[in-house]
């Protein structure tokens, strides 16, 4: 038996990061696409601590002088932060010897070369020089920090630091606010965001050298600070904590008290930083002023920040350095012209993005805005993304006079700000905005649109995994399903009204709602698993997830391994399971995906002693989700549709590719074809299924015609 029986959350996260980060090292991968992982797996380390550890640091201040309680893992949040600080500075010693020591010089080899300033010619000098001259030194804003109030650096931007020494017969110029008896003169230079960070140099035969816009304003900083000598510069980026709570009491000043909380995200205290190369006074003066510790800062010992240099992937030629183009299908079970109306009558139609176009969800509310049979709309909207078409034609429907009402979620973090724009915008074209409910998220995702036809009034529904995000859909994989199943489409009714406000909890029978039947109805399927489970026909439970780390659940599999019941999970995040344990998890076997697809569907599927059971659902097996969230499951009821469903989870488990299967002692091992093995790689497999899907009915001859009439 284990010491313990759980895996620390953060730590496992870090252990997802490290999934990620691997897939820049594998030298198979086109060289943007490593690129691309390295800059992935950056922006992932920039939320983990503006989020996860920020939450942990203000945990500690607001307990200091109170007894350390271990978690369920058996660590302190001491302990945690030690162990963050220890693994993620392993990653990040990985993750710039390989954009240093491997991709750059690969990419020199194709003939883009990283050219520092020491290397510039003659002629790339004075190039240099006359943009930061005409176009960059205007941009610029030197700060100083010899005043009483240490001035502002914002979230995640690039800032030069300069050490500075008055020249001779210079005095050191001084400000009302001055009264800092430091030694050292420092002044602090944001790195513009409006312009590339890429500069492309003059470059001779058919090599392009290019530079960083960081390189030349350390380089010709002196003319920032005229009468001082630069003695040493430094490029540091810092994350601040961002895991504020807004007041859920603010009733109708609600989208006031969430703007305040995206102005306080800038200023709020510093929880990491990362510099390039170190300059020991520059540190220390930054360390003292930020109040960090040496376990709060990552030296990369290279360039800063790789998920700022996307420029690179419209260098000419950049097919050759990118995966291989994968077209978006359209379906070919709906129609290439007209309505879907009649196509969702007869059957659940299953989409399966990004290998399907996600154009048919756009399409399906583009038409009921156009529909003069439609009645209403009632839509939840998490994330949607800059200029939604589906938030377009929300407001095109509100304004062609249906019912639009519009669940939004303004606490989505990180998309707060867009949501509210749109929100306002949604709302001035006619629409009824719901913002959100009180202490709880709503991540479900469901549309359900009524429509007046010859037998009366009919509903259509679109549930999903995935957020209305047309420009994700072509990056995550997720699962959804139209239908105008009558027992679902009757609960998505009963669903919306429970969240508008205006009714009392009413018993669904098809679809389980967090936090308030969901977490109990898989305690009930795993139940029922290990009830039918017997040594000669075992229990079986197979998942597909992003994260697993809700204790009840957890403790739920375990005594399901006991006894005898088959469990198989795909987690891509977090998991603080801990498999192949004797005496506790024997039974399960837990793998994890990293591939050029973000897999983010959520698929469970249960034995069910012979009678199968599959549900589709928005919701991770976690405390948030299953506690803290409204979160939406369902079951797959149309035969074929399960099918589908079925082959596509079980194929998850053949992948010997891109697969890592967790050990019990939380490390992951990458999967690899044995010796004679075929290689299966999922993405590519599905890719090609729906492929030859798309060339058959590209084949097969015209059965239809659109007529138009005048």
Not at 320 to 343: A, C, I, M, R
Not at 410 to 426: G, H, P, Q, V
Not at 523 to 528: A, Q, S, V
Not at 598 to 613: T, V
Request: aromatic letters at 10%.
């Amino acid at each position: 038996m284990a010491k313990t029986k759980f895996f620390n959350r953060e730590l496992s996260w870090i252990e997802f990061n490290a999934r990620v980060l691997s897939e820049s090292t594998r030298k198979e991968l086109p060289l943007l696409e490593r690129l691309r992982f390295l800059a992935i797996t950056e922006s992932n380390f920039d939320e983990f601590f503006q989020v996860r550890v920020a939450s942990i640091k203000r945990r500690l201040h607001d307990s200091m002088g109170k007894p350390l309680h271990a978690d369920s893992s058996g660590l302190t949040d001491l302990n945690v932060l030690k162990k963050i600080s220890e693994k993620t500075r392993a990653l990040v010693k990985l993750q710039y010897a390989t954009l240093m020591n491997d991709v750059l010089p690969s990419l020199a080899k194709e003939g883009f070369v990283y050219t520092s300033p020491k290397n510039y010619t003659q002629a790339q000098e004075a190039f240099a020089e006359n943009l930061f001259m005409h176009e960059i030194f205007p941009l610029l804003t030197p700060l100083r920090t010899d005043t009483d109030v240490f001035p502002h650096v914002g979230a995640l931007c690039l800032t030069a630091a300069f050490l500075l020494e008055p020249m001779a017969g210079v005095k050191k110029m001084k400000t009302a606010l001055s009264t800092s008896q430091e030694k050292d003169i420092v002044a602090l230079v944001q790195i513009p965001s409006g312009i590339n960070r890429i500069i492309w140099l003059p470059s001779s035969g058919k090599t392009k050298q290019f530079a960083l816009i960081d390189d030349i304003i350390r380089l010709y900083g002196t003319k920032l600070f005229p009468g001082y000598k630069v003695q040493e510069t430094m490029l540091f980026k810092i994350a601040r904590d961002a895991d504020f709570a807004v007041n859920e009491d603010s009733g109708e000043h609600f989208i006031k008290a969430m703007e305040e909380v995206l102005e306080k995200r800038q200023s709020s205290f510093a929880v990491r930083m990362t510099y390039d190369f170190p300059s020991e006074k520059l540190l220390n003066f930054l360390k003292r002023k930020l109040k960090l510790s040496d376990d709060d800062i990552y030296e990369a010992g290279a360039i800063l920040d790789p998920s700022s240099m996307e420029e690179l992937f419209s260098i000419e030629g950049a097919e050759k350095y990118v995966y291989p183009d994968w077209e978006h299908f359209f379906p070919g079970t709906l129609p290439d012209e007209g309505t879907y109306w009649n196509v969702f009558r007869q059957q659940d139609i299953l989409l399966n993005v990004p290998y399907e176009s996600y154009e048919p969800v756009v399409n399906f509310i583009r038409q009921a805005a156009q529909d003069s049979q439609v009645l209403a709309i009632k839509m939840t909207l998490y994330r949607t993304g800059s200029n939604s078409p589906i938030v377009q034609a929300l407001k095109e429907a509100a304004q062609n006079g249906k019912q639009v009402t519009v669940f939004v979620e303004l606490k989505a973090r990180f998309d707060e700000k867009r949501n509210i724009s749109w929100a306002e915008e949604l709302e001035k074209a006619g629409a009824i905005v719901v913002y959100g409910i009180v202490n709880l998220k709503v991540h479900a995702k469901i549309c359900l649109i009524v429509r007046r036809e010859s037998d009366g009034i009919r509903r259509y529904a679109h549930i999903g995994t995935g957020n209305y995000n047309p420009k994700t859909a072509k990056l995550y994989q997720d699962l959804s399903i139209f239908t105008t199943n009558h027992e679902l489409v009757n609960d998505a009714t009963l669903f919306f009204n429970v969240i508008s406000g205006y009714s009392a909890l009413q018993t669904m029978h098809h679809l389980y709602m967090a936090p308030v039947t969901l977490k109990s109805r898989l305690l009930e399927l795993i139940e029922r698993e290990i009830q039918q489970s017997t040594r000669e026909t075992p229990g079986h439970i197979v998942a597909k997830m992003n994260s697993l780390c809700h204790p009840q659940i957890i403790e739920a599999l375990y005594k399901a391994s006991c006894a005898g019941v088959k469990i198989e999970l795909n987690i891509r995040g977090i998991c603080t399971l801990i498999p192949g344990v004797k005496g506790m998890s024997e039974n399960i076997k837990v793998v994890s995906i990293v591939d050029r697809y973000l897999e983010h569907s959520r698929i469970f599927y249960f034995q069910n002693g012979g009678s199968e059971e599959i549900y589709l659902s928005s919701a991770d097996w976690m405390e948030r989700n299953l506690d803290k969230r409204i979160e939406l499951m369902f079951p797959v009821s149309d035969k074929k549709v399960f099918k589908s469903v079925k082959e596509i989870l079980f194929l998850y488990f053949q992948d010997n590719t891109h697969s890592h299967v967790l050990q019990k002692n939380g490390s992951w091992k990458a999967l690899a074809p044995e010796k004679n093995e075929q290689e299966v790689r999922v993405q590519e497999i599905l890719y090609k299924k729906y492929k030859k899907k798309a060339d058959i009915k590209k084949n097969m001859p015209r059965a239809e015609f659109t007529v138009r009439r005048k």
